[in-house]
Structures are given as structure tokens and as C-alpha cells.
């Protein structure tokens, strides 16, 4: 069968984007097209968080696997202060990834904002145990060591954290 020329480019058109697609930079554990994580990413940038918690809530539903969308979904309840719903979230993430550190850090980061310090110092250790050269992990613990006037211990997770991120402010304090 013999393509006629418009038909031919439209072939063409649909073969070149299925390989781009299938070559997109996405995250290495990502379940939904990249599009869905940059829309995101727009809609919370933009602090349009019932879009981003609907585009996150439908992610899910769409894709159950993808941890990234009860990730999201954590994100837009942490920014809106609504820590245990975001845990539930952080949770949900964890069963589907169970090996991921970072949604040990976002937990730790539900338990400082509660200055519950004590559920966010194990969490910033199991996230340690998985990747212990994450230096946000460092960081944190030298957040709460400073809200718990413990200075030495604030100062020696500060240089660690600096010393695997030389540039990182956020060891600064």
C-alpha cells in the first residue's frame, strides 16, 4: 500500500513523536507522562493549589503506582499546613516506594513544622540509612538541633551537610 503525501507526513509526524515520548527525560521512577509532572510543577509554582491537589488527586487515580503523584499530593497539604493529611500522603508514597529517602525527609519535615522532633529525627535517620549522602537530611537535623539549643550537634550536622553540598544555605541556617 502506497502512502499519498499528507498521509505519508502525518505517519512520519506520529513515528517521530512516539520515539520522542519514548525517550523523554522522565524521572527514573515516574509512572505518568513527564506533562503530567511539569503541570504540576506550573500549577504549584503558581500557589494554584486545589488545581495542583485536583491534577495530583486525578495522577493518582490514573496512575495508582506512582508514588510522585501521592508525593505531589503531600506537597500541596504541606503547603497549605495540613501536615497529617500530607503524612497520609508521604505514607502512601512509601508503600509504593518503600526505598525512597525523600518522602522519609518530607515526613521530617510534617514533624519539625509540628516540632514534633523526636518522629522527625527517625525519619531523617531511615532516610539516612537508604542514602546517607543527602545533605538536606544533615540540614534538617541541624534545624532541630538549633529549635533544641543542642549547638554542638547543630554545628556538626552544618558541616556535614556543607561538606556534601559545599554550596548549601540551607545548613547555614
Known amino acids: 500500500m502506497k502512502l499519498q503525501p499528507k498521509k505519508h507526513r502525518y505517519f512520519l509526524l506520529l513515528v517521530v513523536l512516539a520515539a520522542l515520548l519514548q525517550t523523554s527525560p522522565l524521572p527514573s521512577d515516574a509512572a505518568a507522562p513527564l506533562q503530567k509532572y511539569r503541570e504540576f510543577e506550573q500549577l504549584f509554582d503558581a500557589n494554584k493549589l486545589d488545581q495542583a491537589k485536583k491534577q495530583a488527586l ?10 510522585l503523584g501521592y508525593r505531589d499530593l503531600g506537597r500541596v497539604y504541606f503547603e497549605q499546613k495540613h501536615f497529617d ?8 508514597a512509601q508503600k509504593v516506594a518503600p526505598k525512597n529517602a525523600d518522602m ?8 519539625v513544622q509540628e516540632e514534633e522532633y523526636t518522629k522527625a529525627r527517625v525519619e531523617i535517620n531511615k532516610a539516612l540509612s537508604i542514602d546517607a549522602k543527602i545533605p538536606y537530611a544533615y540540614a534538617l ?8 539549643r543542642k549547638f554542638t550537634a547543630c554545628v556538626s550536622n552544618a558541616t556535614q551537610a556543607l561538606k556534601l553540598q559545599p554550596n548549601n544555605s540551607d545548613a547555614l541556617g
Not at 486525578?58 to 508514588?67: F, G, L, S, T
Not at 525527609?105 to 514533624?111: F, Q, T
Not at 537535623?141 to 533544641?148: H, V, Y
Open 141 to 148: 537535623k541541624s534545624r532541630i538541633d538549633l529549635d533544641e
Open 85 to 92: 493529611q500530607a503524612l497520609n500522603s508521604f505514607d502512601q
Open 104 to 111: 522519609h525527609l518530607w515526613k521530617a519535615n510534617c514533624y
Open 58 to 67: 486525578e495522577r493518582i487515580k490514573a496512575y495508582p503506582d506512582d508514588h
